[in-house]
């Protein structure tokens, strides 16, 4: 049998905001993955560059300013490069800022590998004044420049044709003498100040200057970056994409619940029908598998808008400005301005703002956000505050539901602050340096393969995790622990689910809420929280149509919690809002959380969590019913 042939493998590096993943996305088009590196939660993008009928694996690196690493990303980025395992680096270099790239090329030429250089922005260095010369460059650096425009495809086919000639014949950056320094790293003064003298001398040769341009970018960041009007700007913006997570994506999600639980789930019961399949058949594809699905289905399109608009956000420049506007607020967490936004999102729905966290530059601040981002009281979460507000607080219920959301934002920095002095003690506060792009328009093409990409990997990974989870809680509900019930045709009551649930009814009394129904509720939230009210229903065996009032429910809630509390019902309603903010993620953000950051994170977070708004929950009822 013949061996099979590897396909050469090519590292895309450079700085960040120098256009290198709208570049991948162009040469990738759409075959490509979503990967971590080996033994860490940086994520990576490989794809297959087809060039000529061959293939190339063509890995896209975390941005970065030097391979000197102090983070994971960069970390990773610096052991990639200094892999001997790759072939050759595609050195992505902006002709905007290009000592700056030019440094980073330095470290990478340290390190003795092949590279050719893809420039970038030429047509913004020139709005700039700015005239860097491809040929000229190439001649300085000793290695193949070519002009690109990820955006439009320019330069594509030339790229191809330098990689193709160096994959044969591997070009090195003349000036620069392999292992000069370090592990490829200036760790001396002496060194480092070789590389800056040997970047001097390249752009004096390559980048002839004329006049300074004023451009739009700068007009517009005399607005988007003043202190009075870029906090309102910003503020803005965020209200736009919280509308788009909320409003646009609501009638989408319904849709497609309704396209689920209506045709699709009656054409499977007619089709089982048909063969005569047993009711426990027809209730576990129906009401199990096809539950799961649907699950995930609904929020396809909630995933699609965020990644859209964070895209968009990112490709036209504007989230770097996000990043400063937002950045001192940020400090005391040890993040910067970046976190703001998924932060921020996590009011709307959780699990699209666990994914917006790929705009952060290093992996622990990614996972610290993603870790605070489920103490965020999303939308699923307020048709049960005011269930509960109006229930028990009826003249008070809106200052209620608005200090939830003030508890929420105390729980997102007291727990962050724990964080950082524990578990995540690395994670520590520095000095914000980003370089901000020119604004532009974001490429569609290169935009919907990122959404693409990233919607697929959700489907796949976190996805089957909701739909095994679904499928568990069905048979919980459908197998009969007491009387003489058929399988699937069981009250909740009699179920293991309720058994479940009447075994942990207990560990409510601290709270005040001793009483099964709201266990089971509360155990049913975890799958989604916007189910608990329908829980509480079904627990009390009221219809649909009284359910959806309100009324009856309440009154009856209203009675339980009376008989659980000893008469301190306001106390352990306010309890159990507490509780219902902060207890546990739903399971669409768990299973995000466990695809993004592991399962080893997720239930270290989900833990704590829980432990917390018990204790939390606890003190309130027990304070409450004294006062």
Same mark, same amino acid.
Request: charged fraction near 15%; proline fraction near 6%; charge should be neutral.
């Given at each position: 049998?013949?061996?099979?042939?590897?396909?050469?493998?090519?590292?895309?590096?450079?700085?960040?905001?120098?256009?290198?993943?709208?570049?991948?996305?162009?040469?990738?088009?759409?075959?490509?993955?979503?990967?971590?590196?080996?033994?860490?939660?940086?994520?990576?993008?490989?794809?297959?560059?087809?060039?000529?009928?061959?293939?190339?694996?063509?890995?896209?690196?975390?941005?970065?300013?030097?391979?000197?690493?102090?983070?994971?990303?960069?970390?990773?980025?610096?052991?990639?490069?200094?892999?001997?395992?790759?072939?050759?680096?595609?050195?992505?270099?902006?002709?905007?800022?290009?000592?700056?790239?030019?440094?980073?090329?330095?470290?990478?030429?340290?390190?003795?590998?092949?590279?050719?250089?893809?420039?970038?922005?030429?047509?913004?260095?020139?709005?700039?004044?700015?005239?860097?010369?491809?040929?000229?460059?190439?001649?300085?650096?000793?290695?193949?420049?070519?002009?690109?425009?990820?955006?439009?495809?320019?330069?594509?086919?030339?790229?191809?044709?330098?990689?193709?000639?160096?994959?044969?014949?591997?070009?090195?950056?003349?000036?620069?003498?392999?292992?000069?320094?370090?592990?490829?790293?200036?760790?001396?003064?002496?060194?480092?100040?070789?590389?800056?003298?040997?970047?001097?001398?390249?752009?004096?040769?390559?980048?002839?200057?004329?006049?300074?341009?004023?451009?739009?970018?700068? *007009? @517009?960041?005399?607005? &988007? =970056?003043? /202190?009075?009007?870029?906090?309102? !700007?910003? $503020? %803005? #913006?965020?209200?736009?994409?919280?509308?788009?997570?909320?409003?646009?994506?609501?009638?989408?999600?319904?849709?497609?619940?309704?396209?689920?639980?209506?045709?699709?789930?009656?054409?499977?019961?007619?089709?089982?029908?048909?063969?005569?399949?047993?009711?426990?058949?027809?209730?576990?594809?129906?009401?199990?598998?096809?539950?799961?699905?649907?699950?995930?289905?609904?929020?396809?399109?909630?995933?699609?808008?965020?990644?859209?608009?964070?895209?968009?956000?990112?490709?036209?420049?504007?989230?770097?400005?996000?990043?400063?506007?937002?950045?001192?607020?940020?400090?005391?967490?040890?993040?910067?301005?970046?976190?703001?936004?998924?932060?921020?999102?996590?009011?709307?729905?959780?699990?699209?703002?666990?994914?917006?966290?790929?705009?952060?530059?290093?992996?622990?601040? *990614? @996972?610290?956000?993603? &870790? =605070?981002? /489920?103490?965020?009281?999303?939308? !699923?979460? $307020? %048709? #049960?505050?005011?269930?509960?507000?109006?229930?028990?607080?009826?003249?008070?219920?809106?200052?209620?539901?608005?200090?939830?959301?003030?508890?929420?934002?105390?729980?997102?920095?007291?727990?962050?602050?724990?964080?950082?002095?524990?578990?995540?003690?690395?994670?520590?506060?520095?000095?914000?340096?980003?370089?901000?792009?020119?604004?532009?328009?974001?490429?569609?093409?290169?935009?919907?393969?990122?959404?693409?990409?990233?919607?697929?990997?959700?489907?796949?990974?976190?996805?089957?995790?909701?739909?095994?989870?679904?499928?568990?809680?069905?048979?919980?509900?459908?197998?009969?622990?007491?009387?003489?019930?058929?399988?699937?045709?069981?009250?909740?009551?009699?179920?293991?689910?309720?058994?479940?649930?009447?075994?942990?009814?207990?560990?409510?009394?601290?709270?005040?809420?001793?009483?099964?129904?709201?266990?089971?509720?509360?155990?049913?939230?975890? !799958?989604?929280?916007? #189910?608990?009210?329908?829980?509480?229903?079904?627990?009390?065996?009221?219809?649909?149509?009284?359910?959806?009032?309100?009324?009856?429910?309440?009154?009856?809630?209203?009675?339980?919690?009376?008989?659980?509390?000893?008469?301190?019902?306001?106390?352990?309603?306010?309890?159990?809002?507490?509780?219902?903010?902060?207890?546990?993620?739903?399971?669409?953000?768990?299973?995000?959380?466990?695809?993004?950051?592991?399962?080893?994170?997720?239930?270290?977070?989900?833990?704590?969590?829980?432990?917390?708004?018990?204790?939390?929950?606890?003190?309130?009822?027990?304070?409450?019913?004294?006062?």
């Amino acid at each position: 049998m013949t061996p099979a042939v590897r396909a050469p493998e090519v590292l895309l590096v450079g700085n960040p905001n120098v256009g290198k993943s709208t570049l991948f996305n162009a040469l990738t088009k759409a075959r490509q993955r979503v990967v971590n590196a080996p033994g860490t939660t940086v994520s990576l993008t490989a794809g297959t560059w087809r060039i000529r009928g061959d293939d190339v694996s063509l890995v896209d690196l975390p941005g970065t300013y030097s391979l000197a690493a102090r983070c994971p990303d960069e970390q990773v980025a610096a052991a990639a490069v200094a892999n001997s395992r790759h072939d050759l680096v595609v050195m992505v270099l902006d002709a905007t800022t290009l000592s700056r790239s030019l440094y980073l090329l330095g470290q990478v030429a340290a390190a003795g590998v092949p590279v050719v250089a893809a420039l970038t922005m030429v047509d913004l260095a020139q709005a700039r004044g700015l005239r860097p010369d491809a040929g000229v460059l190439s001649a300085a650096l000793g290695v193949p420049v070519v002009e690109v425009n990820g955006r439009s495809g320019a330069g594509s086919a030339d790229l191809e044709r330098a990689v193709t000639a160096a994959l044969r014949c591997p070009p090195y950056v003349r000036g620069i003498e392999p292992h000069l320094y370090a592990s490829a790293l200036p760790d001396t003064v002496a060194s480092a100040q070789h590389l800056f003298d040997w970047v001097e001398s390249v752009t004096d040769d390559a980048v002839p200057t004329g006049e300074p341009h004023l451009t739009l970018t700068d *007009r @517009l960041d005399a607005v &988007l =970056l003043n /202190p009075w009007l870029g906090l309102p !700007a910003f $503020l %803005a #913006v965020v209200w736009a994409v919280f509308q788009l997570t909320t409003v646009v994506a609501g009638p989408l999600i319904d849709a497609a619940v309704r396209l689920v639980d209506g045709p699709v789930a009656s054409a499977m019961s007619s089709a089982l029908g048909e063969l005569r399949a047993p009711d426990w058949v027809v209730s576990f594809a129906v009401d199990g598998v096809l539950t799961g699905v649907g699950t995930v289905l609904s929020f396809v399109p909630l995933m699609a808008i965020m990644f859209t608009a964070v895209g968009a956000l990112e490709g036209s420049g504007y989230l770097a400005r996000v990043a400063v506007v937002a950045d001192r607020s940020m400090r005391a967490l040890g993040l910067d301005g970046r976190a703001m936004l998924p932060l921020i999102v996590g009011f709307g729905c959780n699990v699209p703002a666990l994914s917006s966290t790929a705009v952060l530059p290093h992996a622990r601040q *990614r @996972l610290l956000t993603g &870790l =605070l981002i /489920p103490l965020t009281s999303c939308t !699923a979460r $307020l %048709a #049960v505050y005011l269930l509960l507000a109006y229930t028990f607080f009826p003249a008070h219920a809106g200052t209620t539901v608005f200090a939830l959301y003030v508890v929420s934002v105390a729980l997102v920095i007291g727990w962050g602050l724990i964080a950082r002095r524990t578990v995540l003690r690395e994670v520590v506060s520095e000095p914000l340096i980003l370089a901000l792009p020119d604004y532009q328009l974001p490429h569609a093409r290169s935009l919907s393969m990122s959404v693409w990409t990233r919607i697929t990997s959700f489907v796949r990974k976190a996805g089957t995790i909701i739909v095994v989870a679904v499928m568990a809680m069905w048979v919980l509900q459908a197998l009969p622990v007491r009387g003489d019930y058929a399988l699937a045709d069981v009250p909740i009551a009699e179920s293991v689910y309720g058994a479940v649930a009447d075994a942990a009814a207990p560990a409510l009394k601290p709270m005040g809420l001793g009483d099964w129904k709201i266990a089971s509720a509360l155990v049913t939230g975890v !799958a989604a929280k916007e #189910v608990l009210i329908a829980a509480l229903a079904q627990s009390y065996a009221i219809d649909a149509a009284s359910a959806q009032t309100q009324s009856t429910l309440g009154q009856k809630l209203r009675a339980t919690v009376e008989e659980t509390s000893g008469g301190h019902a306001g106390a352990a309603a306010l309890a159990l809002m507490i509780f219902v903010l902060s207890y546990m993620p739903c399971l669409p953000t768990l299973a995000e959380q466990r695809r993004l950051y592991g399962g080893r994170w997720t239930a270290l977070a989900a833990s704590a969590q829980f432990i917390g708004a018990y204790l939390l929950a606890t003190l309130v009822f027990q304070v409450g019913r004294l006062l």
